[in-house]
């Protein structure tokens, strides 16, 4: 490997990231590199591009996450624990989720990840104290709320799923409005202490 790589250690076997193929690689621990490769530019001139090792940003919530190129001039910000999982380990019955098992979220080896459903990422979530309630509060406060505030919503900035907008504005510290707000209009930011939040309605 070119010393840009030197600091990785020999037995890291990297693998391609699928959909990624040629392009990115990952290995067992959450390391991201890019490879050499040749970009034709607007103008069709080619351009040598050096691989590199991809440093995560960290979310306020202690997320890592990469953006990877995926043509066209587009770039898709990606969480690296999904990742992880996207490519190491088998999800044969669909689960939409990745749990961090020991509950530190920068902790991206994939012995400590798993596939899991929303409902089993909130219980976890209780379980390591980092929901304020329990899960039957935000479906009661849900259903009273009316129909809009107890959709299941998604944060697309962290991937994170809830079982309502209450959920969701109660753990980020927000209105619900704010959240449903954000849901409704698209392309709308929610902004608190930690900087820029976007959320939908549905699942990631």
């Given amino acids: 490997m070119p010393d840009l790589f030197k600091h ?10 699928p959909g990624y193929e040629g392009v990115y690689k990952i290995n067992r621990q959450g390391t991201v590199i890019s490879l050499d490769r040749i970009s034709v530019c607007k103008d069709g001139l080619k351009r040598k591009i050096r691989g590199k090792v991809k440093t995560p940003s ?4 202690k997320y890592a996450s990469v953006q990877l190129y995926s043509g066209n001039d587009n770039y898709k910000n990606w969480l690296v624990h999904r990742l992880v999982a996207m490519t190491f380990i088998p999800n ?6 990745v749990n961090h098992k020991d509950g530190n979220t920068l902790n991206n080896c994939v012995d400590n990840l798993e596939w899991c459903t929303a409902s089993d990422n909130i219980v976890h979530a209780h379980q390591q ?10 479906v009661a406060m849900g259903k009273a709320a009316g129909e809009k505030h107890r959709r299941p ?19 980020n510290n927000l209105r619900t409005d704010a959240v449903w707000n954000s849901c409704r209009y698209g392309k709308a930011v929610v902004r608190n202490a930690y900087g820029l939040k976007k959320f939908k309605i549905g699942h990631a």
């Fill in 153 to 171: 919503c998604v944060c697309v900035t962290t991937g994170v799923e809830y079982p309502s907008l209450i959920a969701a504005a109660d753990a």
């Fill in 58 to 61: 960290i979310s306020y919530d």
């Fill in 129 to 138: 104290g980092k929901m304020k309630r329990p899960k039957e509060f935000y």
């Fill in 92 to 97: 044969p019955m669909n689960l939409p989720q």
């Fill in 8 to 17: 990785i250690r020999p037995n890291d076997d990297f693998v391609d990231i």
